[in-house]
């Protein structure tokens, strides 16, 4: 369809939003992607994952007979969602590129953010595979970065978890996540589909107040953004990038001190005179090398970790399976008979 409204509308929101708005990393990952590589966008047919997918056929013209345009249906809005599917097929035929769509079968009358997001993401994972797709494409915004940061402070998060999201990240299997709307703020997308009168869904949900995200984004959001008197949105976009150099700064140094021997034990000579947050990363990894051990409470992995540190014989339990014991030098894990 060469005189589809959506490619023009498209053509127009690549001069409003110019390639050089996306984020290098992404940019970067983009052209270092071999030819021929199909790459999926998520698109629930609201305004990030509309420009997402907008600037994604504008921006590599090469890549156009290659994107997959899928939606998940969550069935929690009735008619409403039935139509954001319509719409989202209508956008995607208008682009002549591929549509995928599902739904969750029997969602609950409830379900948790999590919830949602589990069914949402392994739909795409079940529909990337049967299509031989590595790259998922996502319409993360800078005001996500602000939004996913306060609420993993509340928690109290370490470097890895407030350096997300990131432009561009290794998912299980093998996959990568993209996204290339980083550097952009969610009125900056809003205006420009305006302008290249390109309109969007609407999820009545978004405006409630039911998960944490929604208050953070209608309540703490806006209060601090008034609160600071400055761009405090690029403050956090930019403290995004430091904290996932420093992690990887990290993850470097844990690396480069090979504590983990092939049998799977933690050497504790090579952890003397570390940081502690370099022998805590070196913790996670050995939990994480234990098929058998279950997940610790924080406490009782502070209390591990101090173990570790101190070099001191302990015996500590990791569920019904098995313990961390620690004997002379090392950090093993041992099974119940």
Known sequence: MPNSPWRRRAEKLALLIPRERIHPAAAGWADRSPAGERWAV????????LCLLLL?????PGRRQFLVGMHFDHRLRGAASTADARFCRAVCRGLGIRFAAG???NPPSRPSEAAARSARFGFFGRAMERRGIRALLLGHQQDDIAETMIMRLARGSGTAGLAAPRPVQAAPGGSVHVRPLLGIKRSEITAALRAAGAPWREDATNSGD???RNRVRSRVLPAWLRASGRDALAGVALSRELLEEDD???EAWVARLRALAPSGALSLDRLKGVPRAVARRALHRWLLAQPGATTLSRRGFEVLLDAVLRGAQARHSLGAKGFAVIRGKWLRYVEID
């Open 42 to 49: 998520a698109f629930s047919g609201g305004a990030d994952s």
């Open 56 to 60: 994604a056929w504008a921006a590599w």
């Open 103 to 105: 739904c969750w079968t």
């Open 210 to 212: 039911r998960f944490f």
């Open 248 to 250: 990887a700064a990290l």
